[in-house]
């Protein structure tokens, strides 16, 4: 049963969860003490870069989703989008939690007078990172409807849909920031197109590059604009930050033209890998890669744990140059969530 399965993973995406998550966990150490600095500091620009090139991590998740869970092909029943969601909303409030008590006892220590009814609200509000759960719930509830959609929708009439989402969702952004004629952007706004803007493009556009093809295979422009996108996700940071003299990440957002374009680039070039990565890898390879993209969600739940405690440990990324303490701290990290979370896999298989 176990091989039937693994016979039907795609290893392109599943090399992508796991590249995701890694690119997730040097996100979220990069950015944990940049409030400390100016936007000056070199140490804040060096953080800047790490972030920026990392930022492709949500949206490819996002973009999984939609390639999987919105063919039409596939078996996906009213019972399995439920088991999604509680899955979702157990995993929420179990992990709330263990954040609530872990973070309370990491501040303030271990005593019953530390458990107190605040805590209640950090279960509520839950960790930073746990948004992302929040928004899969609710592309896990249309997801019926949205597969309809897709079954009797022509390319053409895709690609107009996920056009209309990056209108709204990606260009007015920038003319808004960039003060472009605000009457222009004061009439688009009042259409009160909200519906076209959010996740739900990414998860559409999974689908859609999934399904078709918007770059030539082995196309060498694919890959450097990829490397394009990150170089000018950096530059336009830099750029505003240093006009506003304050942090500021807009070029940084998930709907940033930028990131936008480094998500689309690196889901292509790897799906144009597809054949290869399918000769180079062995079966017993492939069913590693298999576990540890099964991993990448627990690791997703329990990788900040690791980074408080090794803040409280004084074990971070301001001890010494971040060039090298960021990628350094991120694979400590990598290396202790990865195995407890394979772990706990493999039992629960057994």
């Known amino acids: 049963m176990r091989e039937n399965k693994e016979n039907t993973r795609v290893i392109y995406t599943d090399l992508l969860r796991i590249l995701s998550i890694c690119a997730i966990i040097l996100l979220h150490v990069a950015s944990k003490n940049m409030w400390a600095y100016s936007v000056e500091d070199r140490n804040f620009k060096i953080y800047t870069i790490y972030s920026c090139m990392t930022r492709w991590g949500v949206p490819i998740f996002f973009m999984i989703s939609g390639s999987f869970l919105l063919q039409p092909e596939k078996n996906i029943t009213r019972n399995k989008i439920s088991a999604y969601c509680k899955r979702l909303l157990v995993a929420y409030i179990i992990w709330s939690c263990i954040y609530a008590i872990w973070n309370t006892v990491m501040e303030k220590g271990f005593s019953l007078n530390a458990l107190d009814i605040g805590m209640l609200k950090l279960v509520i509000d839950g960790p930073y990172h746990f948004w992302f759960m929040f928004v ?20 053409d009439e895709l690609r107009n849909l996920l056009c209309i ?3 709204f969702s990606i260009v007015v952004p920038v003319l808004k920031t960039y003060n472009f ?8 706004e009042r259409t009160k197109m909200i519906y076209c803007t959010g996740y739900f493009g990414y998860y559409f556009l999974g689908y859609y590059m999934s399904k078709y093809e918007v770059w030539k295979r082995q196309s060498v422009g694919v890959y450097l604009l990829f490397l394009m996108s990150m170089v000018l996700t950096v530059s336009f940071t830099f750029q505003i930050e240093s006009l506003n003299g304050m942090r500021n990440d807009f070029w940084q957002d998930n709907f940033s033209p930028t990131v936008v374009l480094t ?9 144009n890998l597809e054949d290869y990565l399918n000769r180079i890898f062995n079966e017993k390879m492939k069913h590693r ?9 627990g690791v997703y739940l329990i990788h900040d744990l690791f980074i408080t405690l090794l803040w409280k440990l004084q074990i971070d990324t301001m001890r010494f140059n971040p060039v090298l303490s960021v990628p350094m701290i991120s694979i400590i990290i990598i290396a202790l969530s990865f195995p407890i979370c ?7 298989i057994k």
């Not at 004629?181 to 688009?188: A, K, M, P, R």
């Not at 890669?289 to 969600?297: D, E, G, K, M, P």
């Not at 394979?342 to 629960?348: E, H, I, P, S, T």
């Open 165 to 167: 989402w990056a209108f």
């Open 136 to 155: 899969m719930l609710g592309l896990y509830i249309v997801t019926p409807y949205l597969r309809k959609l897709v079954a009797t929708s022509s390319k």
């Open 263 to 271: 998500a689309m680039t690196l889901f292509s070039i790897f799906k």
């Open 289 to 297: 890669i298999v576990i540890l993209a099964n991993a990448s969600f």
């Open 181 to 188: 004629d605000g009457n222009l952007v004061n009439l688009i």
């Open 342 to 348: 394979v772990g706990w896999q493999l039992l629960r």
